[in-house]
């Protein structure tokens, strides 16, 4: 379905953001999922949380590896270069992507096959370098491009659509960045907006490796009962430990939250988190107590959501590497190559 | 008893333990001559191992400047218990043992058509230093010391290397110029005239320099503006990662602010450093990998990725023995076929062959802007015999006026003007289409890169004439690859000659060796040094020239002789291989025997003295 093109007309009612652009110049192409994916709740709240933050759309790359979830990048910001990469291998040509061009907001669509099977591996690394870059999982706990294989995310006891038990422990792909050193850990559910979108606002935003680990059911092979990652089930036993709201810089906090218990978090970029917390005792700075939290939970089979962790100080892999300032992509000759008469004092010194 | 008597014209051999410390006294031995001006060639042959096994280094003295390695052993230094045997075994008859004679050998143990050569060295340590460390690392400077005096090695040469080695260090180079002069007085005193090797000063190294491969190809890559470094530990590349690290730090950090012009990540698997090289090229950052075999047998997947979305990518492969972990601390040529057909389906890759460090300093640069140019996978095929041996070389150069070649690149202005942008739409003709970087506009040249199948405006489609209409074109790209990479050194005979010869990479200094040692023999043969993939038309000129062409390689099953079938439309009845495979770098004794014997039975006449073979 993919030639078949959106038609450009559009009401000319329709809002604009800062930088004149309606929420439909950053959509992509007609999605070629199945009706009532996840996944294409998630493409809404990436479409909805870039025009709000008013990112310019050709100034973000989106990556993926592949998979149903992989193919989805063709279906957002269609004035972004994409990058539909091999299976599991996402991670490092973002790292690569990244280090080329800093100026550039990185934004990575996985899935659960494609980062808990096959790419774990690259997942764990990218996590522990602090890559910045948004990692969004669109998880389902199943192969749904193969037609019903669990993954690796599938829970211990879960029913397949042809009547098959996991046997096999899970992956939680969320305890497992807080473990590795990930400095923005969220979890989300594909039908909740309301939490998604602004996730996804303050992952972009923040300076490290941000994920946000989304269970979005499979409509075709996992959203039957006895599965624990359809829509009913993940709406059962959804526990949020917190509401949040974003402002992409300091000075623009003007809206008094009020409600609930709230706290603010500023990070590097000057960006201000506003968490309200369903959870009186939580605080999302904390990685340890985050963890504890998540296992509690996790043993009572109940899904833990929101922004459950979050460095405000963190650093990313170019700090590490201490590069300079301008994208490594635009230096020229000039900058990279020392010379003939630098080579000639080489040649010297091995004589 | 006959004796070898040799003047710039021998090859030592040291046998020691891994870790004893010996290295850098070996390397201090075979400088010296160089700063007499005499020519050598040294290989370290190392076990994959960082303490207590057998390692030896071989010094081949040449004031000819036959830089291959030759074969057999004029002199052992042999300080390795371990493999004294198979040590001893290797000495030309008439030539020369150096060995510890402090414990008492049986004379059983040695060869009585051998020169023996006994020196107390352990017991000179013991009485001299009380320090263990001390005792073992001044025995490798004692020995060096008693063998310059034995050999007439100018001592103002070892000690001006000694000075420039402890430079800033002023602790330790009295006592190490103490420990030679020890060496030195105890061979002047008690071994006079027992060695019959000797080094006279001589005016043939000129202004060449000594380096190993992969520190020049790594300077290659810094000269030719790889911004971008993946790669992963692994010998006998781990060196050329290690060392771009090290030049970056002193010539690509910018002076203002201290920050770093260059990135390098040392990835956590190969699949890992070859999908960054891919997400930097894609991204407009010059970029590379090292690695060996078992890293590209890794690497697969995503070089053909970057084949069929047509990345830019550099790879350089410092070829080790194979398959499997095979032999890591070995040479050969045996991942030509593994690279040119890197991935599943239907691919094709450019591969550069270089000869010695100077061409791995070249090739690297050039990889980098073919890389950009033709936007696809272009390897670099070194190996540990280049990439891990300091080798004498001509200077590097580079000409100021040369400029990267970022290849073709739709910028925003010409976006801006309405160019029309397909990313795969040949538009000149030569199957090589126009990129933009991401980020460049915000409503034109944007576009999805993906390993699908896809039409000329990077629409995915599942059409078979779009498929074919893409590889049609990727092989049109390639044949304008053929202008592009380095062409073939042709060695003209002195004479007319029947045969020819084709070598790569690493065999070229002992072919050159042996080239001339054949036309001593009055066997006269043409060689031609192919030094890229894909061939030029004039490598099957060359073969239908010549009633038989001899395909010298280092691998078991002749890749390139495979390569040459495949791709140049040459029958393999008129090639005849000449492999050599044990993983020790070829000789010029090897391919001599082997080119005039087959020669000689291929001559249906007898051969006579003046005619050409």
């Known amino acids: 379905m993919t030639y078949l093109a959106k038609p450009r007309l559009h009401h000319p009612a329709l809002p604009v953001n800062k930088l004149g652009y309606t929420r439909r110049d950053y959509e992509g192409k007609v999605s070629t999922l199945c009706a009532g994916c996840g996944h294409d709740s998630i493409s809404a709240a990436i479409i909805q949380a870039c025009w709000e933050l008013d990112l310019e759309p050709h100034r973000l790359a989106k990556l993926s590896g592949i998979g149903c979830s992989s193919k989805t990048p063709d279906y957002f910001l269609g004035n972004s270069h994409g990058f539909n990469a091999v299976h599991g291998r996402m991670p490092s040509v973002a790292t690569g992507a990244n280090l080329a061009n800093r100026d550039l907001v990185y934004l990575g669509v996985s899935g659960d096959g494609d980062s808990a099977s096959i790419g774990i591996g690259q997942f764990a690394h990218v996590m522990r370098r602090g890559l910045n870059m948004t990692y969004i999982v669109e998880n389902n706990g199943v192969y749904g491009l193969t037609k019903g294989q669990f993954s690796a995310t599938a829970d211990r006891g879960s029913k397949s659509k042809r009547g098959a038990v996991n046997a096999d422990s899970p992956i939680d792909l969320v305890s497992l960045a807080l473990q590795l050193g990930a400095t923005f850990v969220a979890r989300s559910f594909s039908g909740d907006k309301r939490q998604l979108v602004p996730l996804i606002k303050a992952a972009l935003a923040h300076r490290g490796a941000a994920l946000i680990d989304v269970i979005s059911p499979c409509v075709a092979f996992n959203n039957h009962a006895g599965s624990t990652k359809s829509y009913d089930y993940v709406r059962e036993h959804n526990t949020a430990v917190n509401r949040l709201d974003f402002w992409p810089s300091r000075d623009a906090i003007t809206v008094n939250y009020g409600e609930g218990e709230a706290i603010d978090v500023l990070q590097h970029d000057g960006s201000v988190l506003r968490l309200c917390k369903t959870h009186a005792e939580y605080d999302p700075t904390e990685r340890l107590a985050a963890m504890d939290l998540i296992a509690r939970h996790q043993a009572k089979g109940e899904l833990l959501t929101g922004l459950l962790y979050l460095d405000p100080g963190a650093e990313d892999l170019h700090q590490h590497l201490n590069t300079v300032a301008v994208p490594l992509n635009s230096l020229g000759t000039a900058d990279l190559c020392p010379g003939s008469q630098i080579l000639e004092r080489i040649n010297a010194s091995l004589r | ?613």
């Open chain 2, 1 to 613: 008893m006959k004796r070898i008597e040799a003047v710039n014209d021998f090859v030592v051999k040291f046998a020691n333990i891994n870790g004893s410390g010996s290295a850098s006294a070996n390397e201090l031995f075979a400088k010296s001559f160089m700063r007499m001006g005499i020519p050598v060639s040294p290989r370290n042959i190392f076990p994959s191992n960082i303490q207590g096994l057998p390692t030896w280094y071989e010094v081949r003295v040449t004031e000819k400047g036959h830089l291959g390695r030759r074969g057999g052993v004029d002199l052992m230094v042999a300080m390795n218990p371990q493999t004294w045997n198979s040590d001893l075994e290797e000495i030309e008859p008439g030539g020369y043992l150096f060995y510890d004679n402090t414990r008492s050998i049986p004379a059983s143990r040695f060869r009585d058509n051998i020169n023996v050569i006994g020196m107390p060295l352990t017991e000179i340590c013991n009485s001299t230093y009380t320090d263990a460390r001390e005792r073992q690392l001044f025995k490798n400077i004692i020995y060096v010391g008693a063998l310059s005096a034995m050999m007439d090695i100018d001592p103002e040469a070892i000690a001006e290397l000694i000075g420039e080695q402890y430079r800033g260090k002023e602790k330790l180079l009295k006592p190490n110029l103490n420990a030679l002069q020890m060496g030195r007085n105890y061979a002047q005193e008690k071994l006079t005239g027992q060695l019959g090797l000797k080094a006279r000063r001589a005016d043939a190294v000129g202004d060449r320099i000594f380096i190993d491969g992969n520190s020049a190809a790594a300077l290659g890559c810094v000269y030719g503006g790889a911004t971008v470094c993946a790669w992963y530990p692994l010998t006998p590349s781990s060196s050329l990662a290690e060392a771009f690290q090290r030049y970056c730090s002193r010539l690509r950090v910018d002076k203002e602010t201290g920050r770093n012009k260059f990135a390098i990540v040392q990835a956590e698997d190969e699949l890992a450093s070859i999908g960054m090289v891919v997400g930097a090229g894609w991204n407009g950052a010059r970029a590379f990998t090292a690695t060996s075999g078992p890293g590209i047998s890794l690497m697969q997947e995503f070089i053909g990725l970057a084949y069929f979305a047509e990345v830019p990518a550099t790879i350089i492969d410092v070829q080790r023995g194979g398959p499997s972990t095979g032999m890591p601390t070995r040479t050969q040529q045996s991942d030509v076929l593994c690279c040119a057909y890197a991935s599943h389906g239907d691919t094709k890759h450019v591969l550069l062959f270089p000869e010695d460090p100077a061409e791995c300093f070249e090739f690297a640069a050039a990889a980098l802007d073919l890389a950009d140019r033709l936007q696809t996978p272009v390897f670099v095929m070194s190996d540990l015999d280049i990439g891990m041996n300091q080798r004498l070389c001509r200077p590097l150069q580079w000409d100021d006026s040369r400029a990267h070649d970022r290849g073709k690149v739709m910028i925003r202005e010409e976006l801006e003007a309405g160019c029309e942008f397909g990313r795969y739409l040949d538009v000149d003709g030569d199957g090589i289409t126009y990129r933009t970087y991401p980020g460049t506009h915000s409503t034109r040249g944007s576009y999805f890169t993906r390993g699908t199948t896809k039409d000329r405006y990077a629409r995915y489609s599942e059409q078979g004439p779009d498929y074919i209409d893409n590889v049609q074109r990727l092989l049109k790209k390639f044949e304008t690859a053929k202008s592009l990479v380095p062409r073939p050194v042709l060695t003209p005979s002195r004479r007319p000659a029947r045969f020819g010869v084709i070598h790569y990479g690493s065999t070229g200094p002992a072919m050159h060796e042996a080239l001339e040692a054949l036309a001593e023999m009055n066997v006269h043969v043409n060689a031609l040094r192919v030094r890229a993939f894909p061939f030029q038309d004039e490598i099957a000129e060359f073969v239908a020239a010549h009633s038989k062409v001899f395909v010298i390689e280092q691998n078991r099953d002749a890749q390139l002789k495979s390569l040459l079938v495949n791709e140049a439309g040459i029958g393999p009845a008129n090639l005849i291989s000449l492999l050599h495979y044990d993983g020790t770098p070829i000789t010029a004794r090897f391919i001599t025997r082997e080119i005039s014997q087959i020669a000689a039975a291929l001559n249906v006449r007898p051969i006579k003295k003046d005619k050409a073979a």
